[in-house]
T-cell receptor, first 111, second 115 residues
Framework: SQQGEEDPQALSIQEGENATMNCSYKTSINNLQWYRQNSGRGLVHLILIRSNEREKHSGRLRVTLDTSKKSSSLLITASRAADTASYFCATGAQGAQKLVFGQGTRLTINP | NAGVTQTPKFQVLKTGQSMTLQCAQDMNHEYMSWYRQDPGMGLRLIHYSVGAGITDQGEVPNGYNVSRSTTEDFPLRLLSAAPSQTSVYFC??????????????FGPGTRLTVT
């Protein structure tokens, strides 16, 4: 069974707009990670946030984590056509190295 | 560094055939894993390894075997291919200290079709 559920499943916005994706999970975690997958390619790590952190930034990416609500969000600001991809959240449990992935959000940036 | 490499990129098998998907990494990562990704789905963990000689099952291990004789290599064996194993297979590796999880580095994937 998959831990993370992502919302929305698909998102289409205009270039320059901000994109927000959400991830909810069910059990306690040690960390939550976001990955990007371009069509037909492997996944690329974007950002990792640990359970004792609430917010993290990396360039145009902003990730928040609310452990009380068991949810996370990924914000991409000033979107570009190159941001078109699928985005996955993945959770890591305490004392375990393996990750459990959500089903992903397919993001399309229209020029 | 080459990172994580996978061979082959594409493979077509007939039902009942066996084959090995190769995965290698040159980052001296202790943790390696195999996932499968079906259309429109996230990744599901097949098997993983926390170091040479140590492997364990993930969420969907049936029909697959793994071994880890070296830090660098983590091959995935399909024992008797079935159409339900048609999927894209990804290998990943990660630095690990045992208690903490770090980001995973993914290979480019192997697209497998079983007829």
């Amino acid at each position: 069974s998959q831990q993370g559920e992502e919302d929305p499943q698909a998102l289409s916005i205009q270039e320059g707009e901000n994109a927000t994706m959400n991830c909810s999970y069910k059990t306690s975690i040690n960390n939550l990670q976001w990955y990007r997958q371009n069509s037909g390619r492997g996944l690329v790590h974007l950002i990792l946030i640990r359970s004792n952190e609430r917010e993290k930034h990396s360039g145009r990416l902003r990730v928040t984590l609310d452990t009380s609500k068991k949810s996370s969000s990924l914000l991409i600001t000033a979107s570009r056509a190159a941001d078109t991809a699928s985005y996955f959240c993945a959770t890591g449990a305490q004392g375990a190295q393996k990750l459990v992935f959500g089903q992903g959000t397919r993001l399309t940036i229209n020029p | 560094n080459a990172g994580v490499t996978q061979t082959p990129k594409f493979q077509v098998l007939k039902t009942g055939q066996s084959m090995t998907l190769q995965c290698a990494q040159d980052m001296n990562h202790e943790y390696m894993s195999w996932y499968r990704q079906d259309p429109g789905m996230g990744l599901r963990l097949i098997h993983y390894s926390v170091g040479a000689g140590i492997t364990d099952q993930g969420e969907v291990p049936n029909g697959y075997n793994v071994s880890r004789s070296t830090t660098e290599d983590f091959p995935l064996r399909l024992l008797s291919a079935a159409p339900s194993q048609t999927s894209v297979y990804f290998c990943a590796s990660s630095y690990s200290t045992g208690e903490r999880t770090y980001e995973q580095y993914f290979g480019p994937g192997t697209r497998l079709t079983v007829t």
